[in-house]
């Protein structure tokens, strides 16, 4: 049974600083592509990172320079470091794997809520 487990959301100031995990198992991690999407309340989800399991990042524009995704093989986990955090980063993130390099994601996991107060 595949699950990615998300973790590190909560509330902060703007301007400060957030690291998000997501442990993933039931994968083999080293062979999926991992991505944060976010959904802000009465919104669509929306991209925010994606890291290749070649270690390539691409990165929306709303947050680059702000966010890094990595990712740590041992721990089956992937990170999503965000700071200068903004209001307009309040939203519920989400983890996702996938196999292939384009195309819908495979797995999903439940969010984890950040809200940015002003």
């Known amino acids: 049974q595949v699950q990615l487990v998300e973790s590190g959301g909560g509330l902060v100031q703007a301007g400060g600083s957030l690291r998000l995990s997501c442990a993933a198992s039931?994968?083999?991690?080293?062979?999926?592509?991992m991505a944060w999407f976010r959904q802000a309340p009465g919104k669509e989800r929306e991209f925010a990172a994606a890291?290749?399991?070649?270690?390539?990042?691409i990165y929306a524009n709303s947050v680059k320079g702000r966010f890094t995704i990595s990712r740590d093989g041992a721990k089956n986990t992937v990170y999503l470091q965000m700071n200068m955090l903004k209001p307009d980063d309040t939203a519920v993130y989400y983890c996702a794997a996938r196999s292939r390099m384009a195309g819908v994601y495979d797995y999903w996991g439940q969010g984890t809520q950040v809200t940015v107060s002003s």
């Open positions: 890291l290749s399991r070649s270690g390539s990042t």
């Open positions: 039931g994968i083999t991690f080293s062979n999926y592509n």
